[in-house]
Nanobody
Framework: QVQLVESGGGLVQAGGSLRLSCAAS????????MGWFRQAPGKAREFVGS????????FYADSVKGRFTISRDNTKNTVYLQMASLKPEDTAVYYC????????????WGQGTQVTVSS
């Protein structure tokens, strides 16, 4: 399993942008598909988006499609979540997670980074 550390969260006004990073260590990064999830207070954790091992395929939740972009740099063992046109309902703790290519379950998770969007 890889170890994951998110960074880049903070406070931003509605309509603003943030870029989250997730640095991986302890494994061969290109062996893993990566996902971003979020959890708002009092709500269940939800899927935000994912990216395949080579960055060729991405998936997004309908709630963020067109506003968020996932990318990865396998030379830096890092995955990114570029967030634009942020809304107050995007406020949550954001987590990255990894799963081996072809696996159905994410098995490593970061500690999360807080994103707060003010209206």
């Amino acid at each position: 399993q890889v170890q994951l550390v998110e960074s880049g969260g903070g406070l931003v006004q509605a309509g603003g942008s943030l870029r989250l990073s997730c640095a991986a260590s302890g494994g061969v990064f290109s062996d893993y598909s990566m996902g971003w999830f979020r959890q708002a207070p009092g709500k269940a954790r939800e899927f935000v988006g994912s990216i395949r091992w080579n960055g060729a395929v991405t998936f997004y939740a309908d709630s963020v499609k067109g506003r968020f972009t996932i990318s990865r740099d396998n030379t830096k063992n890092t995955v990114y979540l570029q967030m634009a046109s942020l809304k107050p309902e995007d406020t949550a703790v954001y987590y990255c997670a990894s799963k081996l290519a072809g696996s159905s379950q994410y098995d490593s998770w970061g500690q999360g980074t807080q994103v707060t969007v003010s209206s």
